[in-house]
């Protein structure tokens, strides 16, 4: 059985053997390689942030024809960048990338379950979003009347400032 290593959404880091891993089912079946009590391991997939799996891999060269730029945002806020192989595999609860890091340049298969990510974007560069948007467009909308943090904040001092007395 191969040797992987689980990461876990709460941050807990567990080495086991496993069957093949394909993203098929919703869970992993594995065996414990540690020295604790655990044996035979039950893992549902939506408690997996990502699996790092060992074993010996074909060399992938950095810029090279056949990798592309991947960005993993995770639920967590996490995110990872990455030349990866453009042959993907993986199955309806996962996906498998064979990854080359730009500023470590170690290569490594991972496989991130789908409960773990927010998005998987294939990018052109690596700087994302450009200046041509601005800021205040991205992200949460306010409710209809709700003050910005700075015009909140700025009322707020007027208020505690004022000695006017009614």
């Not at 044996?39 to 074993?55: A, C, D, R």
């Not at 991947?70 to 996962?94: K, N, W």
């Not at 470590?104 to 998987?120: D, F, H, L, N, S």
């Amino acid at each position: 059985m191969p040797e992987v290593r689980l990461t876990f959404l709460d941050g807990e880091v567990l080495a086991a053997e496993t069957e093949l891993i394909d993203f098929s089912q919703p869970l992993l079946r594995a065996r414990a390689i540690d020295a604790s009590n655990n044996e035979e391991l039950t893992i549902p997939l939506s408690s997996v942030k990502y699996i790092v799996m060992s074993g010996p891999e074909d060399e992938l060269e950095v810029g090279g024809g056949d990798l592309g730029k991947v960005v993993i945002h995770f639920t967590d806020h996490e995110v990872l960048r990455a030349y990866a192989a453009r042959d993907t595999l993986g199955g309806p609860y996962g996906v498998i990338y064979s990854l080359l890091e730009p500023e470590r340049k170690e290569q490594r298969r991972i496989g991130v379950p789908y409960t773990a990510v927010k998005a998987i974007f294939k990018v052109k560069q690596w700087e994302g979003r450009g200046k041509s948007k601005p800021r205040a467009a991205i992200g949460k909308t306010r409710g209809a009347g709700a003050k910005s943090k700075v015009a909140g904040a700025k009322s707020r001092a007027r208020k505690a400032g004022s000695t006017k007395t009614r």
